[in-house]
């Protein structure tokens, strides 16, 4: 930017820090600009998650057998852990946005990383999973089976593949594109780390940290609505 | 019928007509009688409550009449009375398949006779395409994987335009022909050119082929419900839902058995997807049809112990 | 106007802040990337009007004789494509909306400048993936891509063309995400919300539909690829999906992209209206609810594009009900324009006469919306020219005259020069004259019963097949007379004061071109907005400006 090149007669860059962006009247509005700024982006990935979650109801509605044995191949326990590991990052990711509000640079640097791990955690269990699927030929594709499966709880009824497919199409684009968010709040989160311990974040100033914090609680609430949708269905049967 | 839509069209283009007329004469009105004068200043109005519920309640008032004037147009084109002819449509890229019920076909022509209800049960094989007689103003989209149904009934004896109206690919505005409606005497003369059996027959032909009657017994309780006066009526799934056995169900039970099993019998029954054409459904549509249906339709007969059911069964037998 | 006397120093302005090509494509300057845009948009639209002179041509005849069945599918998806998503929809929010956004609630910039000229990258890499796939292919299923012939039937280069779409939407969502909170953050002292111009309120409702509809059609597109490619089901019912399903996402974006096309336009032609009657509009709160009104309602009625599709008879009753409530707001709107015009002192200006256009075929393109929300009428002209006639009387009726006034109206402040009014008057005038030939008669073929996307048609349609071509090869001259006199009076003409039009707004109260930060110091709001009878009289408000 080619701004804080003009020179302007009395600099008022003494009463505030070197983050404040030129075209703000103050550090308030930009730190108001970020936060709502960030809240209207997790309301479109609402909207783009939406569409997956509309098609994935529909389909479970008219397909529900079909859904139900589909669902109960995936390992629900791991699923739990996932949302466990998540929650716990949400946790972490409070205790981050505290730390930077309050100045403690060491809590902050700390919680980042912790939440780094448990993101890194989440990845690994899906790639668990994700390779145990592929095993499975559950992968929607040329490769799919899924023949003289019954549907849970009416042992003379055989699933259609086909129906199976589709679930499997949709568990794969929902939770991957999930995880896609995950991959990019851990980018996200790295690069926080990196300039928390450059010192960069002060109680006056720690913006970043706060509506990155929001993205992540986006992204685990995201997964909080998947875990159950897609792996607990009709599981007493 | 399609003097009605043209009723209505009419009126909203007397309506907006006027509308436009009305806007279009006080705008250049105002532009003329309030063009700048030197020393002549605007005079400045905020607003005026009164006016703005005004020009709002009006218009929505005759945009709540032209929505009612229109829902009962569509309710009446989306209605097909009982006693339709029926034709089978199968629509492909690019052109359409036609089998009247007494089982002439045709492609790219529908010849009928003036003064009886026509319905059509449309399918396509691949695509979606657009079943459009705009001289009768009816269009109906035609979709892969289920029936669609449109009627009409014709009043005057000529040659109409039929039309795809839904993009479809390369020869989409290839894909027309005609509707040809003729003089009563003229339309036997023309069915009886063409020998073949009602469709009714053929799918009972094929119903026995593909071992249908092994299960779907008439005599005695089968592995599958008997078929007999199923056709319209309600059935009750296994599931507890109650659903109405129309052209989708008999189709989907052909295609998907497994989708709704009717309630007191297992999901044994095979899928026959890929093992029959379009025309092979709707061959076996029109025969489970005949068997709900009272002789003086074309193309029915009883079948050995089978009890004709009178004609208006309770359920009634509209398809959404 | 004034003219100076001496040879004037050039005052420090955007434009020549800082030259060189990397100045332009690294800025950060609200106004330089609105020019980069409208080098862009314009660029689309030329490409897409070519398509659309093509096809003209092509339906001179009722034989298709001048390019292939195959090649005028691809034509006319690709007009459609390229209009809708790379011209249409960016036009006035990314070249006016962010050039005067900021300066109208008295701002330096956006909120987010970065993300501002990240958003234009994104349409140029959006439009490069288009364009790539136009020239190595194209597309052929019609701009609404419907399954399962984009998915399982066609052979063209689908994925490529949904690629390009999807960035362009990111680009979109980005723009709106921008305005909303410079919108609501960063209005200047004074500068409350009912005493915005009518342009803003009208971008922030076009911005909350960008953001909350555009990220649907973003994932239909992903599912369509991804169905494409490894063959599933999701919409194909021999794999167990359902086409249906497909229309309902789509056009659950779909038809709130009309309103995100139109609403801008309708901000303009308040602007323009209140100048050029020399008052304030009748009815601000009433016109600036309606297009909230609008952004909401144009959620709800998006299967009105599926009356004959095969949906159940009562969801078309209750959407086509809902259609005639969306058309309240706009037809509120253009009586409260009307009556803006009683006891006003009228000047018939370029802009003007580009407003009047509007009033009249946005008029006349809303009222063959009733016709279509009639489900019974419906059911005849759905899929026909009527309803070509009907989005081309609102799309380029109405929007494009909007933003061609618009053009005009802010040329001298975009740029420091004036450009020639008599040249812009005609201009106008050959596009109304132009464009009502074009499509009018496309509103009798439709009810005739010509269907849309037809490459050839029965001869008795061809005679106003014939008018239409004719009127589209007047518009096409209306549309370039701007383009040649826009870019002269960039080298050639008269400079231009910093309010020509003794407009109110704040943007008017800086120097034509303005300097980079718009205003030196924070203004302070203490007037109403369109207060024509101050300014008329003689008093000003004081906003301090450097030089």
Request: hydrophobic share 50%.
């Amino acid at each position: 930017m080619s701004d804080s090149t003009v020179a302007i007669p009395s600099s008022p860059h003494d009463a505030h820090g070197p983050e404040l962006l030129h075209h703000f009247a103050d550090a308030q509005q930009q730190r108001d600009s970020a936060s709502l700024g960030m809240w209207i982006f997790l309301a479109t990935e609402v909207m783009f998650f939406g569409g997956l979650f509309c098609a994935y109801l529909i389909y479970r509605l008219w397909y529900f057998g079909d859904f139900a044995a589909a669902a109960q191949t995936l390992n629900y326990k791991l699923g739990a852990t996932n949302t466990a590991v998540l929650i716990c990052s949400s946790l972490t990711v409070v205790f981050a946005v505290h730390a930077a509000q309050v100045g403690k640079r060491a809590m902050l640097i700390v919680s980042l990383i912790l939440t780094l791990i448990l993101g890194f955690a989440f990845l690994g269990i899906k790639a668990v999973e994700y390779t145990e699927k592929f095993e499975l030929h559950h992968v929607p594709g040329p490769s799919f089976q899924f023949d003289n499966v019954r549907v849970p709880g009416h042992p003379d009824q055989l699933v259609n593949p086909r129906h199976a497919e589709i679930y499997f199409a949709l568990y794969f684009i929902m939770t991957g594109l999930h995880a896609l968010h995950m991959i990019i709040g851990i980018g996200i989160f790295t690069w926080l780390l990196i300039t928390a311990w450059k010192g960069r974040y002060t109680p006056k100033y720690f913006t970043p940290v706060e509506i990155g914090g929001l993205y992540w609680h986006f992204v685990d609430i995201v997964w909080i609505y998947l875990f159950p949708l897609l792996y607990l269905i009709d599981l007493h049967k | 019928m399609a003097g009605n839509v043209d009723a209505l069209f009419i009126f909203l283009l007397i309506v907006t007509g006027l509308m436009t007329l009305l806007i279009f004469c006080t705008l250049i009105y105002f532009a003329a009688r309030y063009r700048a004068r030197p020393g002549v200043l605007a005079e400045q109005i905020e607003g005026s409550i009164p006016l703005e519920i005004t020009w709002s309640i009006i218009p929505l008032g005759v945009f709540m009449m032209i929505f009612l004037w229109g829902a009962v147009v569509y309710f009446k084109e989306r209605t097909p009375p009982r006693d339709a002819t029926e034709v089978y449509v199968v629509a492909k890229q690019w052109m359409w398949k036609l089998e009247h019920a007494e089982g002439q076909r045709e492609i790219n022509e529908l010849h009928v006779p003036v003064g009886r209800d026509v319905k059509l049960i449309m399918t396509s094989q691949d695509v979606i395409h657009s079943f459009y007689i705009p001289a009768f103003r009816i269009k109906q989209d035609v979709l892969p994987g289920r029936y669609t149904i449109e009627w009409f009934h014709p009043t005057k004896p000529g040659t109409y335009h039929l039309f795809c109206a839904e993009y479809c690919g390369t020869m989409h505005s290839g894909m027309i022909g005609d509707i040809v409606v003729m003089e009563p005497a003229q339309y036997e003369a023309w069915m009886s050119g063409t020998p073949s059996g009602p469709l009714s027959v053929a799918g009972e032909k094929i119903f026995a082929e593909l071992g249908c009657s092994t299960c779907h017994r008439s005599d005695t309780q089968g592995r599958g419900p008997n078929l007999l006066g199923v056709f319209g009526r309600p059935v009750q799934l296994e599931d507890g839902r109650t659903v109405t056995a129309d052209e989708n169900y008999i189709r989907e039970s052909i295609l998907d058995p497994g989708a709704k099993v009717v309630a007191g019998f297992k999901p044994v029954m095979p899928t026959f997807q890929g093992l029959v054409s379009e025309e092979q459904v709707n061959a076996l549509v029109a025969y489970v049809k005949s068997l709900s249906q009272p002789v003086n339709q074309p193309g029915v007969k009883a079948a050995p112990g089978q009890v004709l059911l009178p004609k208006n069964p309770p359920g009634g037998n509209q398809v959404q | 106007m004034s003219i100076a006397t001496t040879a004037p120093v050039e005052r420090e302005n955007y434009l020549n802040k800082e030259y060189g090509i990397g100045s332009w494509l690294l800025t950060t300057d609200h106004k330089r990337i609105a020019l980069l845009y409208l080098i862009s948009i314009t660029f689309f639209f030329f490409i897409g009007g070519f398509f659309a002179l093509l096809i003209r041509l092509e339906l001179l005849t009722p034989i298709g004789d001048l390019v292939q069945a195959d090649t005028y599918n691809k034509l006319f998806t690709q007009h459609g494509m390229v209009m809708i998503f790379f011209f249409l929809i960016p036009s006035i929010p990314a070249v006016l909306g962010n050039f005067l956004v900021p300066m109208m609630v008295g701002a330096k910039d956006l909120a987010f400048p970065r993300v501002n000229l990240l958003s234009w990258y994104l349409y140029i890499i959006g439009g490069a993936f288009m364009l790539h796939c136009m020239l190595t292919g194209g597309v052929d299923t019609g701009w609404t891509f419907y399954t399962p012939f984009s998915t399982a039937f066609t052979n063209t280069k689908i994925v490529e063309a949904g690629i390009g779409i999807f960035i362009a939407g990111f680009s979109s969502i980005l723009t709106g995400l921008n305005f909303i909170v410079t919108i609501h953050r960063m209005r200047a002292p004074g500068m409350t919300w009912s005493r915005l111009p009518l342009f803003i309120w009208a971008h922030y409702a076009t911005s909350i539909i960008q953001i909350l509809g555009t990220p649907v059609i973003a994932i239909t597109i992903v599912l369509v690829a991804v169905e494409r490619t490894l063959h599933l089901g999701i919409f194909d019912p021999k794999l167990g999906g359902d086409p249906l399903l497909f229309q309902h996402l789509f056009w659950f974006y779909s038809h709130p992209a009309v309103y995100i096309m139109i609403l801008p336009s309708m901000g303009i032609v308040s602007e323009i209206i209140a100048c050029y009657s020399r008052k304030r509009i009748f009815g601000y709160s009433f016109v600036a609810l309606s297009s909230l009104a609008i952004a909401v309602f144009g959620f709800l009625v998006w299967a009105h594009h599926m009356f004959v599709a095969g949906i159940s008879l009562y969801s078309a009753l209750i959407f086509s009900i809902l259609s005639y409530a969306v058309a309240v707001p706009s037809a509120v709107k253009v009586f409260n324009w009307t009556a803006t015009l009683y006891k006003g002192s009228i000047h018939y200006d370029a802009p003007m006469l580009y407003a009047f256009g509007f009033l009249g075929l946005f008029t006349m393109g809303g009222l063959t919306g009733l016709f279509l929300s009639a489900l019974g009428i419906d059911v005849h002209v759905t899929d026909t020219y009527f309803v070509v006639a009907h989005f081309h009387y609102i799309m380029v009726g109405g929007a494009v005259m909007g933003y061609l006034g618009g053009m005009h109206f802010w040329w001298p402040k975009i740029s420091g020069k004036l450009y020639p009014e008599g040249w812009a008057r005609l201009a106008a005038l050959i596009v109304f004259i132009g464009f009502n030939l074009t499509f009018f008669p496309q509103f009798v073929l439709g009810y005739l019963g010509m269907p849309r996307r037809y490459y050839q048609y029965p001869a008795e349609f061809q005679i106003l097949n014939v008018f239409s071509t004719a009127g589209a090869t007047i518009l096409g001259v209306g549309y370039v007379l701007p383009m040649v006199y826009f870019l002269w009076s960039m080298r050639y003409g008269k400079p231009a004061p910093a309010n020509p039009w003794n407009a109110a707004g704040l943007e008017w109260k800086t120097p034509s071109p303005p300097p980079t930060f718009n205003f030196d110091e924070e203004p302070v709001v203490t007037w109403e907005a369109y207060n024509y009878d101050e300014i008329d009289a003689g008093h000003k408000q004081e906003v301090k400006v450097v030089g």
